[in-house]
């Protein structure tokens, strides 16, 4: 049974940091690229950041690079996501996926909040 599920999540306030990990089974894990998305109240889900099966090529979205890094632990079957100097707009739910390197298969894990207020 795959499955991905994400922890780390809950209240921070502006400028604080937050880990977010996401544990998966049930699936080869280094043969996944693996990503992060999140999705505000009321607007569609964005990608966040991404990260290559061997964690050799990394990606973000404008407004995250220099603050979110995105990591994995192909021996813990895990993927992290560093959120540090984190801001009011950053609240959201994030999600985990993971997406096959060689074919069009993918999986969400549940989400875990993330919300960002004084």
């Known amino acids: 049974q795959v499955q991905l599920v994400e922890s780390g999540g809950g209240l921070v306030q502006p400028g604080g940091s937050l880990r977010l990990s996401c544990a998966a089974s049930?699936?080869?894990?280094?043969?996944?690229?693996m990503s992060w998305y999140r999705q505000a109240p009321g607007k569609e889900r964005e990608l966040v950041a991404s990260?290559?099966?061997?964690?050799?090529?990394?990606n973000y979205a404008d407004s995250m690079k220099g603050r979110f890094t995105i990591s994995r632990d192909n021996t813990k079957n895990t993927v992290y996501l560093q959120m540090n100097n984190l801001k009011p707009e950053d609240t959201a739910v994030y999600y985990c996926?993971?997406?096959?390197?060689?074919?069009?298969?993918?999986?969400w894990g549940q989400g875990t909040q993330v919300t960002v207020s004084s």
């Open positions: 996926n993971a997406e096959f390197a060689y074919g069009n298969r993918h999986y």
């Open positions: 049930g699936f080869t894990f280094s043969l996944y690229g």
């Open positions: 990260i290559s099966t061997g964690g050799g090529r990394l």
